[in-house]
């Protein structure tokens, strides 16, 4: 399996590692300059993209940013025992942090309707995260992993820096708090913080299988389990609300198809947006006056959802009108 997994003529070896991920190793200026002025760079074009709503800019933005050095390099001081490396690793990627939000939050300050900027893909997409998400950020993580301590595979590490997204979010948390938009802050930074666990938790998990542990010869198995219990309790925190975004996301698309199951037989009406506020599910319905029971649509919702929420329809009256040639 270990062969397998990082084989010995492509395996890079620990001193390789720690020039790799310990900015405090080598020519220490140069690295940690490199890092500052590439995060920096990576910030601003992550808050343009934002602002600008592109797709293509913020790929730009995940394949310049450094944030996955440090977060790699906490993997490794876990696997090999080092707690300074580990210090180092979180305050990099703890004041990287610190450096993109304020970027996000100062350019939200000069945008004349900051409003338009939270219905944007690139925010929207970016504060409500579920399950899928954390499952592509392990799987991921695994794919960094890997990478970093192979030879021959070292070329997907631009791919990885893409499918991980680390500075984004921290650009939309920025962006959401200058917006006066808290909520959709949180479910940002929630994004972020579930991406480095599992990157921690990944990059551990094969730097001590591939026997980086051994090598050090400093990690002992007590300090391993305490650890990987605290890492597994982080996980389970950002992976709340996660779940509850996934069953939300479930849930309304339900509530959705029962409501179009409701109205079948109501010429011309139709479903707009269903969304959650609290307990209360709000669905929005263009049709005529006339509408059917709300009792019966209330029915199907609590066969679908584990308790009763309540049920808010707001009804516009009026038909769609196509126009004809």
């Known amino acids: 399996m270990l062969a397998f997994l990082v084989p010995d003529s492509q395996r890079r070896s620990l001193d390789e590692l720690d020039e790799r991920l310990d900015l405090a190793v080598g020519d220490t200026g140069a690295k940690r300059s490199g890092f500052w002025i590439m995060l920096t760079l990576s910030g601003i074009i992550a808050v343009a993209g934002v602002v600008a709503d592109s797709t293509a800019t913020v790929i730009g933005a995940m394949i310049v940013a450094p944030l996955s050095t440090p977060i790699l390099g906490a993997g490794l001081g876990i696997a090999t025992g080092r707690g300074s490396l580990v210090f180092r690793s979180a305050l990099h ?155 939300t996301s479930l849930w309304v698309r339900q509530i959705h198809d029962a409501a179009e199951q409701w109205l079948a037989s109501v010429p011309d009406a139709q479903v707009g947006s269903v969304t959650w506020q609290a307990d209360t599910a709000v669905i929005e319905v263009l049709g005529p006056q006339d509408l059917p029971p709300i009792g019966e649509l209330e029915k199907s919702i609590d066969a679908l959802v584990p308790w009763n929420p309540q049920i808010v329809v707001v009804h516009a009256v009026g038909s769609r009108i196509e126009a004809t040639e």
């Open 93 to 247: 990627v703890l004041l990287g942090l610190v450096l993109v939000v304020a970027f996000g939050y100062l350019f939200a300050q000069v945008l004349l309707n900051p409003t338009n900027v939270l219905t944007n893909s690139q925010v929207l997409g970016r504060t409500s995260p579920t399950l899928a998400d954390l499952m592509a950020a392990i799987a991921t993580g695994f794919a960094g992993s890997i990478a970093i301590t192979r030879r021959d595979v070292g070329d997907v590490l631009p791919g990885v820096a893409i499918a991980i997204s680390l500075v984004p979010p921290l650009a939309v948390v920025g962006v959401c708090l200058g917006s006066g938009a808290p909520s959709l802050a949180l479910g940002a930074l929630v994004l972020f913080a579930s991406n480095v666990v599992a990157m921690v938790i990944t990059s551990t998990l094969v730097l001590v299988v591939a026997g980086y542990a051994q090598e050090s010869r400093t990690m002992g198995s007590p300090r391993h389990g305490r650890v990987f219990l605290l890492l597994a309790s982080a996980l389970v925190v950002v992976a709340i609300p996660m779940v509850i975004n996934s069953l």
